[in-house]
């Protein structure tokens, strides 16, 4: 849609020059942003020209730029030993997009919208994923994706403070993983994204809980639980008010559907 209240568009080439104030927002694919008036908005900052690498691969990981897109994320390949790439490409399938959405969001956008059914979010959590923030004034900070979400649409940004990447450890990229997804209609809203990833040894199990939450949730294990340790864990870190009643879904079917998915991802990990 139109955004009448608009009078600029900044392009900055670097982040130095971006001079913040009221009024601004960052712009990358836009998808949200032009999905809506934006009333307290007048002027846009284009992060296009900033010519950040889409993806990174390096010894350590994968470095994943905010500004890259849904399309070029699903079409990287990685190293062989990379087991999880292709829980990728499973949460991408969990977005409600045309093919213009598919070509113009981007990962970052999906994360910082801070929806509790936001998919980027859910991969970027289960891998471990830790966000590198860049403040208008003062040195960049790291924030584990698991925390940098606080709740339904809100996150530990401050004003003018961006987004610039989010880093998968090579470690978690090496791990086997289980993924289920329910929705209370066909090609709906995610009501319930779990994921769990695993050592080959079956050390280190680490469930994450996303859509059914407000924001998501990690459960660590040493070693790959029972089903009875497993349904206490999740029974103690998400008490009844923990989980997220909307249109979607019930708070108590969404308790239900998570115990139930968590006990079959466990299950095929074992």
């Given at each position: 849609m139109n955004l009448n209240t608009i009078s600029e568009v900044k392009r900055p080439r670097s982040f130095e020059d971006i001079e913040w104030r009221d009024g601004h927002a960052f712009l990358a694919g836009g998808t949200w942003l032009f999905s809506e008036p934006q009333i307290a908005t007048d002027t846009l900052v284009d992060l296009e020209q900033l010519g950040w690498p889409a993806l990174t691969v390096t010894a350590e990981g994968l470095e994943i730029a905010a500004t890259c897109k849904i399309?070029?994320?699903?079409?990287?390949?990685?190293?062989?030993?990379?087991?999880?790439?292709p829980l990728f490409n499973r949460c991408i399938d969990c977005f409600?997009?045309?093919?213009?959405?598919?070509?113009?969001?981007?990962?970052?956008?999906?994360?910082?919208?801070?929806?509790?059914?936001?998919?980027?979010?859910?991969?970027?959590?289960?891998l471990e994923g830790v966000c590198t923030l860049w403040?208008?004034?003062?040195?960049p900070r790291?924030?584990?994706v698991v925390d940098f979400v606080t709740g339904m649409h809100t996150n530990v940004l401050q004003?003018?403070?961006?987004?610039?990447?989010?880093?998968?450890?090579?470690?978690?990229?090496?791990k086997r993983f289980a993924m289920r997804q329910i929705s209370l209609?066909?090609?709906?809203?995610?009501?319930?994204?779990?994921?769990?990833?695993?050592?080959?040894?079956?050390?280190?199990?680490?469930?994450?809980?996303?859509?059914a939450t407000p924001r998501p949730v990690h459960l660590r294990f040493a070693k790959t639980p029972s089903a009875a340790e497993l349904r206490q864990a999740i029974d103690q870190r998400l008490p009844p008010d923990a989980w997220f009643h909307d249109v979607h879904g019930s708070a108590p079917y969404k308790r239900h559907v998570t115990h139930y998915?968590?006990?079959?991802?466990?299950?095929?990990l074992s």
């Amino acid at each position: 849609m139109n955004l009448n209240t608009i009078s600029e568009v900044k392009r900055p080439r670097s982040f130095e020059d971006i001079e913040w104030r009221d009024g601004h927002a960052f712009l990358a694919g836009g998808t949200w942003l032009f999905s809506e008036p934006q009333i307290a908005t007048d002027t846009l900052v284009d992060l296009e020209q900033l010519g950040w690498p889409a993806l990174t691969v390096t010894a350590e990981g994968l470095e994943i730029a905010a500004t890259c897109k849904i399309v070029e994320l699903h079409d990287f390949k990685g190293p062989a030993e990379w087991k999880a790439v292709p829980l990728f490409n499973r949460c991408i399938d969990c977005f409600l997009m045309s093919f213009k959405i598919w070509n113009a969001a981007t990962v970052g956008g999906n994360i910082v919208m801070s929806l509790p059914a936001g998919a980027m979010i859910s991969l970027t959590a289960a891998l471990e994923g830790v966000c590198t923030l860049w403040p208008q004034n003062g040195k960049p900070r790291q924030v584990p994706v698991v925390d940098f979400v606080t709740g339904m649409h809100t996150n530990v940004l401050q004003k003018g403070e961006l987004l610039r990447s989010i880093f998968l450890p090579a470690a978690a990229l090496r791990k086997r993983f289980a993924m289920r997804q329910i929705s209370l209609t066909h090609l709906g809203r995610s009501a319930a994204l779990i994921v769990a990833t695993v050592n080959d040894n079956g050390d280190d199990f680490l469930l994450t809980v996303s859509a059914a939450t407000p924001r998501p949730v990690h459960l660590r294990f040493a070693k790959t639980p029972s089903a009875a340790e497993l349904r206490q864990a999740i029974d103690q870190r998400l008490p009844p008010d923990a989980w997220f009643h909307d249109v979607h879904g019930s708070a108590p079917y969404k308790r239900h559907v998570t115990h139930y998915l968590a006990e079959q991802i466990r299950a095929e990990l074992s």
